[in-house]
C-alpha cells in the first residue's frame, strides 16, 4: 500500500461525504454499542469502500460510520483488522492512515484484552499507557512513506498524555473505575498457555491482546495524537487458568461496553 493507494481511498471517501471528521474511532471486538449513539450520516460497508480489507472476524460488522458525537464530527470503524486474519501490517493499518488524510486530529482506539494483572477484573476498562510489540512485525517495515511522517518516528510519548488526561476525567465523572497498564500483543488467534501468561506478565504485561498496537505506531508515525482503552474479558491467572470460550469474552465485552461508551463519548466532548 502506497501513498498514492491511500489518497485514492480518502478521497473516494471525501467524495461520498466524509469531509470534516475531527475524531477517528476504532471500535474492537464486541465493542459497537458506541456506534447507536452516533448521529449517522453515513454508512459504508467496508467492502464497497476502494482498496480495503474485509474483517473476516464475524463480530465485526465492517462498517466506516460518519456523523456527530458529543458535538463533534466523527468517523467509526465498526471492525478492525488483525494479522491472525492473515492481512500484512500495511494492510492492518492502512484505515487508519486513510482517517488520518480524511483529516482527523485525534485517534480513539478500543479492543478486547486478557487481564495479565491479577488486582484488575473481568469486565474493567484498563487505559493503555505503554505497550511491548510481540508482533513478529511492524507497518513501518520497508520503504517509508515520506507524505506520511519521518522515517525514525519517536514512540517515547505513544498514546497522548492529553487525551489520557481526558480519559482520566471522563471516568472521574462518570464514577468508572478506569485501571491502567501496559498492553502487549499477541499473534493469535489462539489464547496464551499458563507458561506463556507468565513470560508475559514478567515482560511487564498487566494485559495481552491480538491488535491495537500496529495502529498506534502509525498514529505515531503521522503524529495523530492516539489514546486506547481495554476491556478486560478474561482473567489470565496461570496458576489457576480455566478455558475461555470466545463466546463468554463477547458477553463480557457487550455488558462492559455501556462503560466504555460513557468513558469515551465525553472524553471526546471535552476536546
Do not use: W
Amino acid at each position: 500500500m502506497n501513498y498514492q493507494n491511500i489518497l485514492e481511498t480518502s478521497n473516494f471517501l471525501k467524495e461520498k461525504g466524509i469531509t470534516t471528521p475531527t475524531v477517528g474511532i476504532v471500535l474492537g471486538t464486541g465493542l459497537g454499542n458506541l456506534a447507536k449513539k452516533i448521529e449517522v450520516e453515513l454508512s459504508i460497508d467496508y467492502e464497497d469502500i476502494p482498496l480495503f480489507p474485509v474483517s473476516t472476524v464475524e463480530m465485526h460488522k465492517g462498517k466506516l460510520l460518519y456523523g456527530t458525537l458529543a458535538g463533534k464530527k466523527v468517523v467509526a470503524m465498526q471492525g478492525r483488522f488483525h494479522f491472525y486474519e492473515g492481512y500484512s501490517m500495511q494492510e492492518i493499518v492502512f484505515p487508519i492512515r486513510v482517517l488520518k488524510l480524511l483529516g482527523i486530529n485525534y485517534l480513539f482506539l478500543s479492543n478486547a484484552a486478557g487481564a495479565l494483572n491479577l488486582s484488575f477484573k473481568k469486565g474493567d476498562l484498563m487505559m493503555i499507557t505503554d505497550h511491548i510489540n510481540l508482533f513478529p512485525s511492524n507497518p513501518l517495515i520497508g520503504k517509508n512513506i515520506n507524505e506520511l511522517g519521518t522515517r525514525f518516528p519517536d514512540m517515547s510519548e505513544p498514546y497522548a498524555t492529553r487525551l489520557q488526561e481526558l480519559l482520566t476525567k471522563s471516568a472521574e465523572k462518570n464514577q468508572i473505575n478506569l485501571q491502567k497498564g501496559v498492553y502487549i500483543s499477541a499473534q493469535g488467534p489462539m489464547l496464551e498457555t499458563a507458561a506463556e501468561y507468565r513470560m508475559l506478565k514478567y515482560l511487564g504485561g498487566d494485559a495481552v491482546g491480538m491488535s491495537t498496537i500496529p495502529e498506534v505506531i502509525v498514529a505515531n508515525h503521522m503524529e495523530l495524537p492516539c489514546c486506547a482503552v481495554s476491556v478486560l474479558t478474561d482473567e489470565c491467572n496461570p496458576d489457576d487458568l480455566k478455558p475461555v470460550d470466545i463466546s463468554e469474552i463477547i458477553e463480557v465485552a457487550g455488558k462492559a461496553e455501556l462503560k466504555l461508551t460513557a468513558l469515551f463519548e465525553r472524553a471526546i466532548a471535552l476536546l
